[in-house]
């Protein structure tokens, strides 16, 4: 177990609206992320972060947006849900890069279905 | 790499064998590569990791093997169990400027039968 919990677990939404998925560590790890993964696609980067209000976009960032006011939360909005976004998000953290032993683990994903 | 979906290669195994899952990754300036083993309804696990200055590391029960000339992959796990029936990803990450933006694989099926 990383530390890690994401909230919700499953959600289904309404074509756009917005969707609020936040991931919270008790690491105190520096490095925040979150990906997508779909069948077809395999796990793919939607935003990171280096640190608290350090954030920038990943491969898959359109109609994502990211927040970071505090170490341990990082939170994923869709402003307008699409049925494009229906997706398994995971969020992922790490300690600093390059460092032995450090390495980049995920929590048990949250479940995101737009109808 | 590209995904193949709900098609994943799948290695069926027997119990108590050897299993071997390979992986070609795309970018020559990776230098860090990591194996997750995901079971269904769960996130990604860290199964062992290795970078680009070995060829070779071992955890438990489990070996990575890493060939940069052809820029390939493997994991090989002994004494396979049925708890090691799992998707299979491995992650290439370049250091330092691009830590934790990884490039997933995608994914090998392994099934272990009695």
């Known amino acids: 177990d990383a530390g890690i919990t994401q909230s919700p677990r499953h959600k289904v939404t309404e074509t756009g609206t917005p969707v609020t998925l936040r991931c919270h560590q008790t690491?105190?790890?520096?490095?925040m992320y979150w990906y997508r993964q779909d069948p077809g696609h395999g796990l793919r980067l939607i935003h990171y972060s280096y640190g608290v209000k350090d954030t920038d976009k990943g491969e898959v960032s359109d109609g994502y947006s990211v927040s970071r006011s505090k170490t341990e939360d990082f939170l994923l909005t869709l402003e307008s849900a699409t049925s494009s976004q229906t997706s398994v998000y995971f969020c992922?953290?790490?300690?600093?890069?390059?460092?032995?032993?450090?390495?980049?683990?995920f929590g048990e994903g949250s479940w995101l279905t737009v109808v | 790499g590209e995904s193949v979906g709900l098609h994943l290669p799948t290695l069926s195994v027997q119990e108590g064998d050897n299993s071997i899952i390979n992986c070609a990754y795309s970018n020559s300036a990776s230098d860090y590569f990591i194996w997750y083993k995901q079971e269904s309804g769960k996130g990604p696990q860290f199964i062992i990791d290795?970078?680009?200055?070995?060829d070779k590391r071992q955890g438990q029960r489990v070996t990575v093997l890493l060939n940069k000339t052809v820029k390939h992959l493997s994991l090989q796990i002994a004494a396979t169990q049925p708890g090691d029936s799992a998707v299979y990803f491995c992650a290439e990450n370049r250091l330092p400027d691009s830590w934790g933006k990884l490039q997933f694989g995608a994914g090998t099926q392994v099934v272990v039968t009695p």
């Open positions: 992922a953290i790490s300690e600093r890069k390059g460092v032995s032993g450090n390495t980049i683990y």
């Open positions: 690491e105190n790890h520096r490095y």
């Open positions: 290795i970078r680009s200055n070995m």
